[in-house]
């Protein structure tokens, strides 16, 4: 499966953006969509998921209550609603795609498929 992620911009503290994962190519090789992000000089790290079966959906404590994850079923895209963004929610975001169980789920061993890549600025 082929993952582009788009919509990352400049925006200020407060501020929101949407992002959008466009898919295409194997889509039933997965079964559930992560987003992560990585700011410059640490690690990648886990933001939201979302399994199609069920629906079920994930977030990491920081980003809980501000962001929003939402699949568009027909178009095969997958959103992430950012509302409420902060300084240190800059960085690069990344789209993924996999058969991630329970405890992989939010580890990026739990993904086969990755987009580019979106960057997100929140200025103060």
């Known amino acids: 499966v082929q993952l582009q992620a788009y919509g990352g911009g400049l925006v200020q503290a407060g501020g929101s953006l949407r992002l959008s994962c466009a898919t295409s190519?194997?889509?039933?090789?997965?079964?559930?969509m992560g987003w992560f992000r990585q700011a410059p000089g640490k690690e990648r790290e886990f933001v939201s998921a979302i399994r199609w079966a069920t629906n079920t959906i994930y977030y990491d404590d920081s980003v809980k209550g501000r962001f929003t994850i939402s699949r568009d079923r027909v178009k095969n895209i997958v959103y992430l609603q950012m509302n409420d963004l902060k300084r240190e929610d800059t960085a690069m975001y990344y789209c993924?795609?996999?058969?991630?169980?329970?405890?992989?789920?939010?580890?990026?061993?739990?993904?086969?498929?990755w987009g580019q890549g979106t960057l997100v600025t929140v200025s103060s």
């Open positions: 993924a795609g996999g058969r991630p169980i329970v405890l992989t789920i939010r580890t990026i061993r739990g993904y086969t498929s």
């Open positions: 190519g194997s889509i039933d090789s997965i079964n559930a």
